[in-house]
């Protein structure tokens, strides 16, 4: 078993797999700091592919910001610095010769609000692909067709490929940006929250298609919702705020995790469970 | 000059009302010297020039000859100089004001975006008066001597007035265009991004098709204060009636002087025109030309700033 | 392929802005070494001599002054009349709309217009001759849209909460505007009069046939017949015959005062519009 011991909290993030099996994400002492505060601090994680990886935690406590730096989106917010490495398949994203751009349509994203372009819905699903110019503009509407399928969005809308995609329901808005990550083809998709603006059937949805995809993708899903990274990860961490940062608390397989878990409220989690750990 | 969206929360709705205010009248009555000051101009200029317009019925338009002592007045000849000045201002200064305009909202930080915002304000008041100055005293020079090969008689050219004329309307092509890009909503660009492409390529398919409106709006009040320019334009044009080329679409008269509608109201046959009506009544018509191509102009140009009704 | 398209479009789009900035840059330049000369205690204080070629620009300065502040009296009624029609009494958008819409289109007139109309109604119709009052109101109007829009965004970015406290204190309308609404947006008042000046101060159209003329003026004696020196108009007149080196000096040094002044007033409102515009989006 891998086990990475943390010395500041004494907590273990323990790894259920043989060591043998390549991480697809890793990140070391990943550090954000803005102004002159720690956002996150020296965040170490192993995400093993073909899973869902949760991040679950308070508001406030950097999930999101430790998302995008996966992708190194957060490099489109100013005034933050990153220090620490992140590891896509063991090569450091940070590396001088890596093409950010590329690096971001292998690591999709899924943002809490669905950001829709005020196109058709066929020129938001190809999007993405049409730029990266790997295939043909005739096969589109294929690929096209292929994404929207694997987001359970096809049969909605085939009929109205050609109409605005800023008429579609929020949570139809929501598939359709996973159309258009998918159909980039990324191999992990990083998702901050993406069912918290949505309706519970919508949330249903979403979390199905979820699962459908961790066999093919490696899925990393920040979430507020217990019950929801329960029903759906497979290993989670824990990110809240200590010693004025976000750092990473725990780090195990899901039911280990969260199955003496009282109700769905994050932060009343970390209550329970900041009372029944000793501090150190 | 800044958009300005109708206020959203107008106080109106928060105060107590009063059956009369001195505050409410006196409001009111300021604002109608500004309304009756506009309705005057537009008043004025129809009514003084309509023995010009009675004399050349409407041929005053089309009419290529102006030649007051005969009583001849066309006014062809200036409208097609205002119309040539500001098209070669307007291809010189969108380019650049856009290009320049997207470089500074996309692709430069926060802080140096400001200094940039300062200097072309600070290029935007520089006065007509000191542009007409450095274009007799620089810019005649230069293309006086560019344009040796083709024989020209001065620097006094349309070409000239077209390029300082340029230079003048830059600052509001780049300013308002800054404002058009940075109307479109920063989580586009990060949705963009985020499925991998450049940030060019986001400039191109995301911010400029929506920001295309706001752009083109741009464009057209450059357009209006280019049409309307006198004093640096007055300077540097040649002043040369009745310049109506045989041939409308060569380039010839670019490098030849010429009039324009305001280098003509801004000569001192406006004075000389006070005493006798119909002079007098030609010169107002020119006005009248004038104003009614600028408002025009500008009224497009501010409704197409205006938000899109029913936009998500 | 992508990546050297981005480089291409980002090269081709700051060689616009180096253009844009250069030219300012090389023009302010332009004008500071070629006026710097002329500068001194006594160009400010003596006046001109010699057609310009001597002496100084006194009476230039205080004509020029004298117009401005007529034009910032004239404005800053109308515009505060204006502003609270706009913000506080009509309660329709489509009339805010259409005052909006009036405001642009006055701004968008051509000031050589402001001075055609200036010749009609002042010198022909009220027969003042050349009158600095003349050039004051008419630069006044023309600065009325600037003035006007700043202070309709100050107050529009007011927070609610003062005059939703005032009301509830039980103030009647008037008494609001007076000791809430107007000192609050003062700011902007301040910011688009220094803006409108500085636009004011450089303008030659509106006040050529109507306010100034080139010599033999000082301070105005009454309001008909009483014309004004000012910095643009002698800078337009001596422009036009510039081949005199004696004048070469002067004129430029002429030019700079004016830049020197328009750029003054326009920094000045530059921290004041900063506060503002910082106000507004985190206020």
């Known amino acids: 078993m891998a086990e990475s011991t943390d010395p500041f909290l004494g907590a273990k993030g323990v790894a259920s797999h043989s060591t043998d099996v390549r991480f697809v994400l890793e990140t070391r002492g990943l550090t954000v700091r803005a102004g002159g505060r720690d956002l996150l601090r020296a965040v170490n994680l192993s995400i093993a592919p073909q899973q869902v990886f949760g991040i679950i935690g308070p508001s406030g406590a950097g999930k999101s910001t430790l998302l995008k730096c996966l992708n190194r989106l957060i490099e489109l917010t100013p005034g933050l610095r990153v220090s620490g490495d992140v590891r896509f398949h063991q090569e ?97 998709i990083l998702m901050d929250e993406p069912t918290s603006a949505l309706d519970p059937k919508s949330t249903e949805a979403i979390e199905e298609l979820i699962l459908q995809f961790k066999q093919r993708r490696t899925i990393v899903l920040v979430t507020h919702n217990l019950a929801q990274a329960r029903r759906v990860t497979d290993h989670v961490a824990c990110i809240a705020v200590h010693d004025g940062a976000g750092q990473l608390i725990d780090c195990a397989p899901g039911d280990e995790l969260l199955g003496d878990a009282q109700g769905d409220e994050v932060t009343a989690y970390f209550e329970s469970r900041k009372r029944s750990k000793p501090e150190p | 000059m800044t958009t300005v969206a109708p206020a959203a929360r107008s106080l109106a709705g928060n105060l107590p009302r009063r059956r009369w205010s001195a505050t ?118 230069w293309i006086y001597r560019a344009l040796t090969p083709f024989d020209p008689l001065s620097g006094d050219t349309l070409l000239t007035a077209g390029i300082l004329l340029a230079v003048m309307i830059l600052p509001t092509v780049m300013t308002l265009c800054d404002d058009a890009l940075r109307g479109v909503p920063s989580a586009q660009r990060q949705a963009a991004r985020g499925l991998g492409l450049t940030q060019t390529e986001v400039v191109l398919s995301v911010c400029l098709p929506q920001a295309a409106r706001g752009m083109v709006a741009a464009v057209l009040l450059a357009l209006g204060r280019a049409l309307g320019e006198a004093i640096a334009v007055f300077l540097v044009v040649g002043r040369q009636d009745n310049q109506w080329p045989a041939n409308p679409f060569s380039l010839r008269p670019l490098i030849e002087s010429g009039q324009t509608l305001t280098s003509k109201l801004a000569s001192s046959e406006t004075n000389i025109a006070y005493g006798d009506p119909l002079h007098w009544a030609a010169i107002v018509g020119l006005g009248l030309v004038l104003l009614a191509m600028t408002v025009t102009v500008t009224l497009v140009g501010t409704q197409l700033m205006r938000p899109r009704e029913g936009h998500a | 392929m992508r990546r050297f398209k981005h480089h291409v479009f980002r090269f081709a789009t700051g060689a616009c802005v180096v253009l844009a900035c250069g030219v300012l840059v090389l023009i302010v330049l332009a004008i500071a070494m070629r006026g710097l000369p002329a500068i001194s205690w006594q160009f400010f204080t003596e006046q001109i001599r010699l057609v310009g070629a001597d002496g100084g620009i006194f009476y230039n300065l205080v004509g020029t002054f004298i117009l401005i502040g007529t034009a910032f009296i004239v404005s800053a009624p109308i515009a505060v ?98 000791s809430v609404i107007l000192p609050q947006s003062l700011s902007g008042l301040v910011t688009g009069s220094l803006l409108g000046l500085a636009h004011a101060a450089g303008e030659t159209a509106p006040i050529m046939f109507t306010a100034t003329i080139f010599a033999g003026a000082t301070f105005p004696h009454a309001i008909k017949e009483s014309p004004v020196l000012s910095l643009p108009y002698h800078i337009f007149i001596l422009a036009q015959d510039s081949f005199d080196p004696a004048v070469g000096a002067k004129l430029w040094g002429t030019a700079l005062t004016l830049l020197g002044l328009v750029l003054l007033l326009s920094l000045v409102a530059l921290p004041l519009r900063l506060k503002i515009h910082e106000e507004a989006h985190h206020g």
């Not at chain 3, 489509?94 to 000031?111: A, F, M, Q």
């Not at chain 3, 008419?138 to 406290?165: C, D, N, Q, W």
């Not at chain 3, 009647?172 to 505007?177: A, D, G, L, M, Y």
Request: proline share 4%; hydrophobic share 55%.
């Open chain 3, 81 to 178: 009349g204006l502003a609270l029609v706009h913000g506080v009494y009509l309660r329709e958008r489509r009339h805010r709309e259409r005052l909006t819409l009036l405001l642009y289109l006055l701004n968008g007139v051509p000031s050589i217009l402001f001075g055609l109309l200036g010749l009609i109604v002042f010198v022909k119709f009220f027969g003042l001759g050349k009158s600095w009052l003349s050039g004051g109101v008419l630069l006044g109007m023309l600065i009325l849209p600037t003035v006007t829009i700043a202070l309709i965004e100050r107050i529009a970015s007011l927070p609610g909460k003062y005059v939703e406290a005032a009301a509830g204190l039980g103030l009647t309308q008037s008494q609001i505007i007076w």
């Open chain 1, 92 to 188: 450091s994203i940070y590396a001088a010769n890596m093409d950010v751009d590329s690096l971001r349509a292998r690591i999709g994203i899924l943002f809490q609000q669905p950001v829709v372009f005020p196109k058709s819905i066929l020129q938001n699903v190809i999007f993405g692909t049409r730029h990266l110019g790997k295939v043909p503009r005739k096969e589109w509407p294929d690929v096209a067709e292929r994404a929207l399928r694997e987001a359970a969005l096809w049969d909605e809308v085939k009929d109205r490929l050609r109409e605005s995609a800023l008429l579609l329901s929020v949570g139809q808005q929501q598939r359709l940006c996973l159309a258009r990550t998918l159909a980039v083809d990324p191999e992990v």
């Open chain 2, 24 to 141: 409410r009248s006196l409001s009111y009555g300021f604002s109608a010297l500004a309304a009756g000051f506009v309705v005057v101009l537009a008043v004025l200029f129809v009514w003084q020039s309509i023995p010009a317009w009675r004399h050349e019925g409407l041929g005053f338009l089309p009419g290529k000859k102006w030649f007051y002592p005969q009583e001849q007045f066309g006014a062809l000849a200036m409208i097609y100089g205002t119309v040539i000045v500001s098209l070669i201002a307007l291809l010189l200064a969108a380019p650049i004001g856009i290009g320049a305009a997207i470089f500074s909202a996309e692709f430069i930080p926060r802080r140096l975006q400001l200094a940039v915002k300062v200097l072309i304000e600070l290029l935007a008041g520089i006065p007509s008066v000191v542009y007409g100055l450095l274009g007799i005293l620089f810019l005649r020079d």
